[in-house]
């Protein structure tokens, strides 16, 4: 990819497998080089269009088995850092519910998926008639919640009970265990109880937690009402088998139900109804205020999205079909809220038990050594994992840290003997950090079979104009650019130097003296704006140097575009 202002700003790389992207993204909240895992749809509208930049594609020639082992590998990676993500949560979780226990009672902490839930009975609710349980599928569930509950009362912190080693740290190709801290067996357990009692007895909703959509465009016809009660029927079944017959998970069983609950809902108010979520995790894409016009527009747009996947949904019943639906409203939900999506299975709502047990009890007097040493797990375990996946601007980039990954994956660039690919050296003074380097190495290789460039969303544009003054003279000026809009995430710029060299360090002079007059204006500014103008034109200044040199890096972001302004040319130029 381009060079760009802001993240990435010398360009980017990445690896398309199938209609999966790879590639690695530095999160400065956890301090960790995430491998990133997208679609290519949602990775080429970030890029392309939002951050404007030419998308350049090196092929190499590989038969369907050597495509699949590619791409399981990478699957392969991307859950390794999963699982030690996961792990380094769940140590954290562990310290800090340790930490409270000797301040609050136990009973009283939030747990995830609980928040849909209040603990008012509900007698009205049809999910014991939906069951059916016969006598002795209720005795075996009895059965399991005393299990259960049994369980928990002998479940006190021990010192001996947390000398289990860490799992290891030193490879992110090495497939690592998931760790159980007493925190998390303990919320496996609530959750699981709380299943079993909830079907029983069950309480009433938590309004709040769930999203009603009852403009005319989301109401249910009544051929979409009889298909989500199949679909119920199905939920139903599945829930049932991991209560009598298979152990399930927690998270499976309470997904289930909560799938259950909503799309009873959704069959009862003949509209779509669906659970609000806790959006954590990483994301590298952060949500931007959009001025009003432009949300209009995007709501509609997100509109007949939902409709034409609600077509797709009402196909036929499968669980990935769920999700899909549900990452789908999560989008529309994140839009709408102002929040920035992370994906994720779970429902994750917060909120309490509706079935304290009293005769649960974790002592408030953990025994010292226990609450120290799960603090000692998760900061020594974080500080592996930040290792392990560290960032360097040179040594450990997105450029060089994709071909370390390939190089040790496939040490002599071959795969069941199909050599595909000449090896790049990670090391710094091959110059392979820098993207274009590495894209010229790979352009010259006998290896790479095709090239193709896909253009950025201001180029598609550029190309559909005939007149030679409207394409290089007024779309070259930020004022008069009819293509272009100033925006939150670019500073502000005179002329637009993608388009030649020749004249790149003239324009570029011009920047540099806009930026120092901003800057400038900045400093008096200062007092009312917090110095957000003088920031402003010191980035100014900073990109528009290497223009001087003939070098481009800036291109110009475009967060605020809508479908409709997208040109066909951006969906007829598709990969094979």
């Not at 990445?14 to 995430?34: E, K, N, P, T, W």
């Not at 009819?482 to 710029?493: M, R």
Request: proline share 5%.
């Amino acid at each position: 990819m381009d060079s760009n202002s802001g993240q990435s700003s010398g360009g980017h790389s990445a690896l398309l497998l199938g209609d999966r992207v790879y590639h690695l993204q530095y999160s400065f909240d956890d301090r960790i080089f995430h491998i990133v895992r997208e679609s290519w749809d949602d990775f080429r509208f970030q890029y392309g269009v939002i951050e404007n930049r030419n998308i350049e594609f090196y092929e190499w020639k590989l038969n369907d088995k050597a495509k699949r082992i590619l791409r399981q590998k990478w699957n392969e990676l991307y859950l390794v850092q999963e699982t030690h993500i996961q792990n380094q949560k769940r140590l954290e979780e562990d310290w800090e519910w340790k930490d409270a226990t000797t301040k609050e009672d136990p009973l009283s902490y939030s747990i995830p998926g609980f928040g849909y839930f209040t603990n008012l009975p509900d007698p009205d609710a049809t999910y014991p008639n939906l069951f059916s349980f016969t006598n002795e599928e209720m005795e075996q569930i009895n059965a399991k919640i005393e299990s259960l509950k049994s369980s928990q009362r002998e479940s006190i912190p021990k010192e001996e009970n947390n000398t289990n080693p860490l799992p290891e740290t030193k490879s992110a190709f090495q497939l690592v265990p998931s760790i159980q801290t007493d925190t998390n067996t303990f919320i496996q357990t609530e959750r699981k109880l709380f299943v079993r009692q909830f079907l029983q007895n069950p309480v009433q909703l938590y309004e709040q937690a769930f999203v009603h959509l009852n403009q005319n465009e989301f109401l249910l016809t009544e051929k979409e009402v009889a298909t989500f009660q199949t679909y119920l029927s199905e939920l139903k079944n599945e829930l049932k088998s991991c209560l009598l017959f298979e152990e399930c998970n927690d998270w499976e069983e309470m997904t289930l139900l909560l799938r259950i609950i909503y799309t009873n809902r959704s069959i009862a108010e003949k509209t779509i109804v669906f659970p609000r979520k806790n959006f954590q995790g990483f994301s590298y894409i952060e949500y931007l205020s959009l001025p009003e016009t432009v949300f209009i527009t995007k709501q509609n747009e997100y509109g007949l999205l939902i409709k034409e996947k609600r077509d797709e949904f009402m196909k036929s019943y499968h669980p990935i079909h769920y999700y899909n639906w549900e990452s789908l409203l999560g989008k529309y939900l994140s839009f709408i809220e102002g929040k920035t999506y992370t994906e994720g299975i779970e429902f994750n709502w917060l909120g309490k038990n509706p079935y304290p047990n009293p005769k649960i009890h974790q002592t408030k007097n953990i025994d010292t050594k226990v609450y120290l040493r799960s603090k000692s797990n998760w900061e020594t375990y974080t500080k592996n994992v930040q290792t392990l996946y560290s960032y360097h601007l040179v040594f450990q980039n997105c450029t060089n840290e994709l071909f370390q990954y390939m190089n040790l994956m496939f040490p002599n660039g071959s795969i069941e003997g199909q050599r595909f690919w000449e090896p790049l050296g990670s090391h710094w003074i091959r110059f392979n950090f820098v993207p274009s380097i590495a894209a010229f190495k790979l352009a010259n290789s006998s290896y790479t079979e095709k090239i193709k460039i896909v253009p950025s969303y201001r180029n598609l544009k550029r190309n559909q104009l005939k007149s030679w003054s409207v394409k290089n003279i007024r779309e070259r000026i930020v004022f008069t650019s009819e293509i272009y809009q100033p925006n939150p995430l670019d500073h502000s710029f005179l002329f637009f130097t993608e388009e030649s060299i020749w004249n790149r360090p003239i324009l570029g002079f011009a920047n540099v003296i806009w930026g120092i007059g901003y800057t400038g204006m900045g400093i008096v500014k200062s007092p009312m704006d917090k110095g957000k103008a003088f920031i402003e034109g010191t980035e100014t200044i900073f990109y528009s140097i290497p223009e001087l040199f003939f070098f481009n890096i800036r291109k110009g972001h475009f967060p605020l575009i809508t479908a409709e302004e997208i040109p066909k040319e951006y969906y007829e130029n598709t990969l094979e």
